[in-house]
């Protein structure tokens, strides 16, 4: 009867309780780590799914700018990268001459603002000289030119109250000019 108690019962509760050890040693970490393998499989799937996402706006935004490429360029334009004076003053000098002025002075100011922006304004004081309409064609001129230019100040000389033989095409104009540069 002594060994049919170990063969029936001694053996068979030792193989289970030793089944039980094993579940709980071996398996059950084996388990918790598939399941933390699984978590993070679907968090980098998430986390995949929302790079994808992102680098297909990425990519129409691209898309845009590129289509958008012309508009950039006249902006630049409008609004230099720099205060460009030679290139400023050439243009205002040609037009002047279209418009048959003679442009007798120009000053450049920078214009320091308290407020700290990108877009940095640049003040012109302009005297031309010439007629009263070759005058309002340089304004209309200047208007219409590329680079954003905002008349803030005109004032004229040349003819006095009373004068007789003044000569109304060498009329003097002073205008201040602001303009714009990044």
Known sequence: ????????????LGLFLASIAVIF????????DTQ???????????NLAQRQKLTANLAGLIEQYNGRAADIANFNKVIPSGQNIPELLANLEALAIENNLFLSGVEFKPKDL????????LVIELKV????????????AVEKNLRFFDAAA???SGVAPGQTGAKIDQLEFNVTINTYFQ
């Not at 040693?25 to 918790?32: A, N």
């Not at 933390?36 to 998430?46: D, S, W």
């Not at 000289?129 to 209309?140: A, I, K, M, N």
């Open 25 to 32: 040693w071996v398996l059950l970490p084996l388990y918790q």
């Open 114 to 121: 308290r407020v700290i922006t990108t877009i940095k304004p």
């Open 1 to 12: 009867m002594n060994g049919d108690f170990f063969k029936y019962l001694i053996l068979p």
């Open 129 to 140: 000289v010439g007629s009263y309409p070759s005058f309002q064609g340089y304004l209309r």
């Open 36 to 46: 933390a393998a699984l978590a993070v499989k679907a968090q980098n799937l998430e």
């Open 154 to 156: 005109i004032s004229f």
